[in-house]
């Protein structure tokens, strides 16, 4: 799923696209991944999040992405990463 260049503000919970493998949101104005926005997301493979405007991301956010295998966070705002985030 592509959403990049749309100047996107917030970013929901994508709980109908439980299937999803690939998401590419870079270049939109996210601030701000809510806690669970990807917590019905498992088979996640790549997300890029790059060129946003990202300010901190919570300990859960990433949580539950077990298939993870590249996460795109270059050229954000980030100034706060909680602990085990990446755990």
Same mark, same amino acid.
């Given at each position: 799923?592509?959403?990049?260049?749309?100047?996107?503000?917030?970013?929901? @919970?994508? %709980?109908?696209? %439980?299937?999803? @493998?690939?998401?590419y949101m870079s270049e939109n104005q996210l601030k701000y991944l809510s806690r669970r926005?990807?917590?019905? %997301?498992? @088979?996640?493979?790549?997300?890029?999040a790059s060129n946003n405007q990202l300010? @901190?991301?919570? %300990?859960?956010t990433f949580k539950d992405l077990k298939q993870l295998k590249e996460l795109r966070l270059g050229k954000n705002r980030l100034r706060l990463i909680y602990q085990n985030t990446f755990q």
């Open positions: 799923l592509n959403v990049s260049k749309n100047q996107l503000q917030i970013m929901f @919970k994508l %709980s109908a696209l %439980s299937k999803l @493998k690939h998401l926005v990807f917590s019905d %997301s498992g @088979k996640l493979e790549l997300i890029d300010e @901190k991301i919570e %300990s859960v």
